[in-house]
Nanobody
Framework: QVQLVESGGGLVQAGGSLRLSCAAS????????MYWYRQAPGKQRELVAT???????VYADSVKGRFTISRDNAKKTMYLQMNSLNPEDTAIYYC??????????WGQGTQVTVSS
């Protein structure tokens, strides 16, 4: 298990921005891919963005062009910059690693609420 702590969520108006952070513990952060997921009420958890250990990013179509995933290996922290937010982005946002996904481990996430 890799311990991960999400932060940065909150309430924002449509069109606004938020920056989420995911702080990791342990020594494997720099060599593992990282992921942002989200789960809206009544919906399945979905993959939002992926970043490889070398910094290559992949996005879901629903957020491409609006969200930017990044990582700072020295700080063992991953970020999700969210711009042009809309109510459909309202969800609990989770970060995770391949190891934690295989183990079925999820943290508590951070709540993002976008008002109309």
């Amino acid at each position: 298990q890799v311990q991960l702590v999400e932060s940065g969520g909150g309430l924002v108006q449509a069109g606004g921005s938020l920056r989420l952070s995911c702080a990791a513990s342990g020594s494997i952060f720099s060599i593992t891919a990282m992921y942002w997921y989200r789960q809206a009420p009544g919906k399945q958890r979905e993959l939002v963005a992926t970043i490889t250990s070398s910094g290559i990013a992949v996005y879901a179509d629903s957020v491409k062009g609006r969200f930017t995933i990044s990582r700072d290996n020295a700080k063992k922290t991953m970020y999700l910059q969210m711009n042009s937010l809309n109510p459909e982005d309202t969800a609990i946002y989770y970060c995770n690693t391949n190891l934690n996904l295989r183990l079925g481990y999820w943290g508590q996430g951070t709540q993002v609420t976008v008002s109309s």
